[in-house]
């Protein structure tokens, strides 16, 4: 038993999760989380993405829709920096697969406002 994963949506569920963790060897890890971004949140993500790479020069230039992803991710996760090799600064963030249902609404919505400010139409299809 090196690996399992379980997801607790039933009693039955919670009572196989109690019992691996009883039958787990010493210096073992357990980690309780949130459950992921579902893929309906997934494939409204991408669009939306795509709408303003698509609409929007962003300080005269354009910015494909994962460099949007990060942008937007960056500013979810509370803007961290480091350093980078030529003097720069790099914004170092999480992965939006990683996202709760709860952050993936929260990521969704800072786009979304970010669209309205800048006068983006999420409804319009990318070229």
């Not at 990060?70 to 090799?85: K, N, R």
């Amino acid at each position: 038993m090196s690996r399992w994963q379980i997801t607790l949506w039933s009693d039955a569920a919670r009572k196989r999760a109690c019992e691996w963790i009883s039958k787990a060897p010493d210096g073992y890890r357990v980690t309780v989380q949130s459950e992921q971004r579902t893929k309906k949140q997934n494939d409204r993500q991408w669009p939306m993405l795509s709408a303003i790479s698509t609409q929007l020069v962003w300080h005269g230039q354009r910015y494909t829709p994962e460099q949007w992803r990060d942008y937007f991710m960056h500013q979810l996760s509370g803007g961290a920096f480091m350093p980078s090799e030529d003097g720069g600064m790099v914004p170092i963030g999480r992965s939006s697969s990683n996202l709760s249902k709860e952050e993936h609404c929260l990521f969704t919505d800072l786009i979304e406002a970010f669209a309205e400010r800048q006068g983006v139409d999420l409804m319009e299809k990318a070229a």
